[in-house]
Each structure stands twice: as structure tokens, then as C-alpha cells.
């Protein structure tokens, strides 16, 4: 049978709690019963001393001269000797060391009484030469009696003992859960409908509080990533939205006059062949991002030549636009990366800055060993990026004053594309712009990584923008 967490705490406390008060009983009842057993054959002890004083000084013995040195009933004295015979009590018997041990049989009110008792037997020579045979016993009823009582005491005490830890367990066990369950509750009302809602940390600053901190913490950052995704759908679906509304309008013209006019059906295919491009580009790039998001992108590192990518891409862009100065220069320097990533990300850079530079601009790609870092820069003396929009350009669909990028822009999701791939390699990115004079990305990787270790990396949703990060 499954018990809840609350009902076995009070379970275990009460089980400890009674074995605890078990254990101190036992203790005490041994320790008395060791006192008492001592205590008995000391009484017997100083009763012998006794009887010996008094034959000695008297030759006889009597029971005022028991009485007189303050011996009487239960203990009893047997005394045999040449010229005396004396039992304390009538009809008094004294058993030594039967199967059912020491034991005294006297007469009491008519009745034959029997009790366990202590004995002690020994032959005593006196000074004047005479034998005699003493037995000294002491009944046990009375010490047998306490006994019980303290047993009944002790067991009684501890079955209250026991119900009042079940109590006090319960008690305790659901004033300790009482913020748990508080808790709990919080955390059930909690939907994707209301996840500003909070949990209720106790006051207390204990583990209680911590917890539930570190769930509120948790719960900043659902709320944050269910913030982006939602975004993310309205502006995917915003920037999709655009190219397809472009194509219905030329196909619908292509349709009422487009056959009949080849200016019209020229313009029409051109234009429906730009944003199909477009299109498929920005449903790349946002496969790209999925693929990343649900770890499902693959990612192999190796050592690679970073000046032999750099070169590759210079000359590829150069070719592609012959109105641009593209240099590049560095040393030879090699890596664990992931190839295709760092060639597109070289890319992004190059692209963004023919955008945003004039014809017959220059664009200057550069690598250099700074300590254990491989450091990409990319140069423009083009428009340059405003304070205001350098802090936000990784984010994802970000677009800067589309007044001044008029016709420049395209779906925003470039340069976060960007950012992801330099944190998946360990990297850090950043950018320094001054408006109308030049702009630099600069690329900072890891060169000694383990190609091994890095391909087992994890992605996580990074704080400070919509990309990804290593952990």
C-alpha cells in the first residue's frame, strides 16, 4: 500500500520515537532491578553482621534484639546452635536453592504462605568455641511487586508515549508540509494561460524558500521562452505573410490582364520569382532555428583551416559583387569548428555589410591569433549602426529604423542566425559601428577544444537574446 510522504514522516517518528522511549524504559527497569538486587544482599550482609554482634556479646538472640537493631519482617533469621534454636517468625521455613529457587514458607492469619525470597546460609564459630548454623533470608514480594507496577507503568507510558508521537508526528508532519502544499496548489494553478502567476515562497528563510525561488526562477524563464515562441510564431507568420501577399497580388493581375500584356506578365514573374526567393530563404533560416531549438540540427566539429574558409568566402562574395572591395588577410590558423557554420557566419557578415555600404565601398575580412583565441573581423566604411539599435540587431526579426534601411533589410533573422553559431562554438560576439564612418563584427573562438566533447554539446535558450548558448 502506497503512503503519502506526510503519513510516513509521522509514521517513522512515531516508530523512533517509541523505540527511543522503549529503550529508556529497559534502561530504567534494569538499572532498578540491578539496584534493588544489590540492596537485597546488602540487607542480608549487615542482618549477618548483626546476628553474629549479638550471639557474640550474648551467647542467644531474640526478636526484641532483632527489633532493637531495626530488623524485621521481610527479612527473617534461622539461628541453630548447640543450646539455641531460633526462628524469627512462627512456623517459619527457610528453602535454599530448590528448582524454584530461594524461597520462605511461613503461617499468616491461619494460611501457609510461600515467597520467593534472597537467602544466605553459612556456619558461624563464636568466641567461646560454639557452632551455629545462621540462615538470613529476605522476601522478594515487595521488590517482585514494584517490579510489576513499574512494567505496567513503563508500558502504559509507553503506549501514551507512542499515541502522543503520533499526535505531535501529524502535528509537525503537516505544519511542515503545509508550505508544500501550498506550493503545489500554486504550481497546479499555473497554465499557459496565466503564467505570470507566481508561487508563494515561505517566509521562513530555509530550503522551503530556496525551492521555491528556484521554481519561480524557473517559471521566469518558461514564461520568457513562451514569450519568444509566441512572438516568434507572430513574426514568422507576419514576415511570411508579406511574400505571399506580393505573390497573390501579381497572380491575381496575371490573371485579369497578364496574358495579354507582356510588360505586365514580365513584371509579374519577375517580381513572383524575387519573393519566392525570398520566401524560401527566410523558411530556411527558420528551419534552421527549429532544427536548433529541438537539438535535432546536426553539428560536427573538427579541425579545420579558418584562413582557408575566410579566403573562400572572400572570394566567392567579391565575384558576386564586383561593386565592392572585399579583401581579406590573417594568418594561417586552425580550429575545432563546425565548417559550414563558420563559413555562414562569415557570410551574414559579408552579406549585411554590402547592404549597408555604397558602391565602391570597402569590406575588410581579417584573422589573427589573440592567446587561445581565433578573433574573425569584419570590416565596413559603410552606414554604420545607431547606439540605440546595436544593443538589439541579434534579436531575432529585429529590423533597424526602417526609414534609414529602406529597401536594405531583409526578415531580421541573419545576424541572430549569427549569434547562435558563435555560441554553439563556445565563442563570444560583438560589434562596434559609429553611424556614417564603419561597422565591425568581431568573432572571438575557442582554438584548443576537444572535437569529441564539443560534438555531446547542449543547447539552452540564452537570456540575453533568441539565440543559443553551450552548456
Known sequence: MKLKLETRITLIYAMVFTLILTAVNAAVFISVKFYSTGSDNLDLRRTSIIVQDIITK??????????????????????????????????????????????????????????????????????????YLITIGKSLEESIYSRRIMIITTAVASLIGMILSLAVGSYISRESFRPINSMRKSVESI?????????????????????????????????????????FVSDASHELRTPLTVIKGFTDMLARWGSSDPEILEEAITAIREETANMSNLVENLLLIAKGESRRLSVNFEQDDLMGIVREVTDETQMNNPGRVITCEGEELYACIDRKMIKQLIRIFTENSIKFTQEGGQIKISLKKE????????????????????????????????????????????????????????????????????????????????????????????NNSDSFRKI
Open 58 to 131: 550474648k551467647g542467644t538472640i531474640t526478636n526484641d534484639d532483632l527489633t532493637e537493631k531495626g530488623i524485621r519482617f521481610p527479612i527473617v533469621v534461622n539461628v541453630k546452635g548447640p543450646d539455641i534454636t531460633f526462628p524469627s517468625m512462627e512456623g517459619l521455613k527457610i528453602v535454599r536453592s530448590g528448582k524454584e529457587g530461594d524461597s520462605l514458607e511461613f503461617t499468616l492469619y491461619g494460611q501457609r504462605v510461600s515467597q520467593e525470597a534472597v537467602v544466605t546460609s553459612y556456619e558461624f564459630i563464636a568466641p567461646d568455641s560454639k557452632s
Open 191 to 231: 497554465s499557459a494561460e496565466n503564467l505570470s502567476e507566481r508561487i508563494v515562497v515561505p517566509e521562513a528563510e530555509d530550503e522551503l524558500r530556496e525551492l521555491g525561488n528556484t521554481f519561480n526562477s524557473l517559471l521566469d524563464r518558461l514564461e520568457t521562452a513562451y514569450m519568444r515562441q509566441s512572438k
Open 371 to 462: 592567446k587561445d583565441k581565433a578573433v574573425i573581423r569584419v570590416w565596413d566604411n559603410g552606414e554604420g549602426i545607431s547606439p540605440k539599435d546595436i544593443t538589439r540587431i541579434f534579436e531575432r526579426f529585429y529590423v533597424a529604423d526602417k526609414a534609414r534601411t529602406k529597401d536594405k533589410s531583409g526578415s531580421g533573422l541573419g545576424l541572430s542566425i549569427a549569434k547562435w553559431i558563435v555560441d554553439v562554438h563556445s565563442g563570444k560576439l560583438s560589434v562596434e559601428s559609429k553611424i556614417g564612418a564603419f561597422s565591425e563584427f568581431i568573432v572571438e573562438l575557442p582554438i584548443d577544444q576537444d572535437p569529441e566533447r564539443i560534438n555531446e554539446y547542449k543547447m539552452t535558450a540564452d
